[in-house]
């Protein structure tokens, strides 16, 4: 098996449909779908067993799949090794991160990159979803959470409070929420993956089980513009509500575990110029405004 076979036959066995491969490919179905017949033929083998809820693998094929898998991370490997070496500041560097976090910190950041070096081009991916480094999804991360794989190095670019804020707006109409009534009379906006658990939904420590939910949202973004918007009360890290002028509400309390940043990259890319560029820009973006 080669490796363009390989990279087709991951494809399906990861979306389970000839579409979704070929979304991921940038290929067309039918390339997908002869590219997996002729690969099942030349092995000999039946790989995926082709089911109303789309390609299921065989045994020969979950075989099949660890042996693509090591090829996959020795090629992944060999590429990152090689662009580690590279000195140029020229190319692409792929940047993952939050909406907050991009308009704050990583856009200042390109803009001071592309007045020094602009020959290097970022692409930035603002969203919830966490890109995997280490199968080059992305070059650089810039995150709330710390990574555990040790291929992947971390630097901390902040640690701040989280605490409780309204817009003038709102606090004028409906006042200030009494501590341990569960914001009962007040209207919230809460983190929407707060909501899938079965745990207790807090704010600065007190339970909201009075209070009226009245937005979940998945962004930090999100949730500052609706509490600026007046929409309700609302949780979100002290800098970003006093970056945007907001009422704090009970600043003698904060939530439990502060908002952390960190800054990822694999071990061997930090070496690459081009993505050591854009490290120094955002690590200089962060050491700026915590100044």
Not at 89 to 111: E, M
Not at 188 to 208: C, K
Request: glycine share 6%; proline share 4%.
């Amino acid at each position: 098996m080669n490796w363009d076979d390989a990279r087709v036959f991951l494809a399906v066995c990861r979306e389970s449909t000839l579409r979704g491969a070929a979304r991921v490919l940038r290929v067309d179905q039918a390339t997908v779908g002869r590219r997996i017949a002729a690969l099942e033929k030349s092995l000999n083998a039946t790989l995926f067993l082709r089911t109303s809820e789309g390609y299921a693998l065989t045994a020969m094929g979950e075989a099949a799949l660890k042996a693509v898998e090591k090829m996959e991370h020795s090629a992944l490997e060999l590429e990152r090794q090689i662009q580690g070496l590279d000195d140029r500041l020229t190319g692409n560097v792929r940047v993952s991160t939050t909406d907050s976090l991009a308009i704050d910190f990583l856009i200042p950041a390109i803009a001071r990159l592309h007045e020094h070096h602009p020959d290097v081009r970022v692409q930035l991916d603002a969203s919830t979803q966490m890109l995997n480094l280490a199968k080059r999804e992305a070059d650089i991360a810039v995150r709330n959470a710390r990574p555990e794989n040790p291929d992947l190095i971390a630097r901390r670019l902040a640690r701040w409070p989280v605490g409780l804020f309204a817009s003038r707006a709102y606090v004028d109409v409906h006042g200030v929420p009494t501590p341990g009534t569960a914001f009962e009379g007040h209207d919230l906006v809460v983190y929407q993956p707060y909501l899938q658990g079965n745990r207790e939904i807090t704010l600065a420590g007190d339970p909201v089980n009075r209070g009226r939910i009245v937005a979940s949202l998945n962004s930090s973004l999100l949730i500052r513009r609706s509490i600026a918007a007046g929409l309700g009360v609302g949780e979100i890290p002290v800098y970003m509500g006093e970056r945007d002028g907001l009422v704090r509400l009970w600043p003698e309390r904060t939530r439990p575990l502060p908002y952390e940043v960190w800054l990822v990259t694999h071990a061997d890319l930090r070496h690459t110029a081009r993505v050591r560029a854009v490290i120094e820009q955002i690590v200089e973006a962060f050491a700026l405004e915590n100044a």
